[in-house]
């Protein structure tokens, strides 16, 4: 089946400095979704890309959508403790409502 | 922001009971989701909603059902819970032309 490798799978970071993160896959989606996830909680939504070459920001975070379609990042600028969570990407495949949710990033900011 | 709302948030069950885990949301979204999350760990697709009356499994294999007899209600049953189904139920929902999918708080099931 499709599969997503997201990697770094944690990291460990002083704050202000920034954060770079990225989903590769062997498929093609048509979407990607980057989430935040903290303890106990669902994840929540932060950036949508929606074609091909797009650049997206969010306050600090930026995220782009690969050009050949199989990869997207993502970058958080002058990190803070409060970017402290797993952060996931999650793919839609062509023609379907399904998503493909990449094995997450965990994110920790030392003050 | 995402109306979507999960009940219970925390379960703790002996085996062989059966429970229903409640997913609704207040925004008309067609689709719904749910997915099973161990802690930590990457989410994976068990059940998927079109609309009403319209359900499909996911990628990964579960013995729960669900029904969707209302837009907004898309309930998760499992008729006799087992320790290996211990773990996170989150419920997610999207409206038809947009690709933004929207998740609840998630329950946390733990089955003795």
């Known amino acids: 089946g499709q599969q997503l490798n997201q990697s770094p799978q944690s990291m460990f970071i002083q704050e202000g400095e920034d954060v770079s993160m990225n989903c590769t896959s062997s498929?093609?989606?048509?979407?990607w979704l980057w989430y935040k996830q903290e303890p106990g909680e669902g994840p929540v939504l932060l950036i949508a890309?929606?074609?091909?070459?797009e650049l997206t920001s969010n306050g600090r975070l930026t995220a782009q959508f690969g050009i050949t379609r199989k990869d997207s990042f993502l970058n958080i600028s002058a990190s803070i403790p409060s970017d402290v969570g797993i952060y996931f990407c999650?793919?839609?495949?062509?023609?379907?409502?399904?998503?493909?949710f990449g094995t997450g990033t965990r994110l920790k900011v030392l003050a | 922001e995402a109306d979507i709302y999960q009940t219970p948030r925390y379960l703790v069950i002996g085996t062989g009971k059966k429970i229903t885990l409640e997913c609704s949301q207040t925004?008309?979204?067609?689709?719904m989701y749910w997915y099973q999350q161990d802690p930590g760990m990457e989410l994976h697709l068990i059940h998927y909603?079109?609309?009403?009356?319209?359900?499909e499994k996911g990628d990964l294999s579960s013995e729960s059902t669900v029904s969707r007899i209302r837009t907004e209600h898309f309930p998760l049953t499992l008729e006799s819970a087992r320790p290996s189904h211990t773990s996170q139920y989150l419920c997610?929902?999207?409206?038809?032309?947009?690709?933004?999918?929207?998740f609840g708080p998630g329950t946390r099931l733990t089955v003795l």
């Open positions: 498929s093609i989606f048509n979407t």
């Open positions: 909603s079109y609309g009403v009356n319209s359900t």
């Open positions: 925004m008309g979204h067609d689709k």
């Open positions: 999650a793919g839609q495949l062509p023609g379907t409502y399904k998503y493909i």
């Open positions: 997610a929902s999207r409206k038809g032309q947009y690709n933004e999918q929207f």
């Open positions: 890309l929606y074609k091909a070459g």
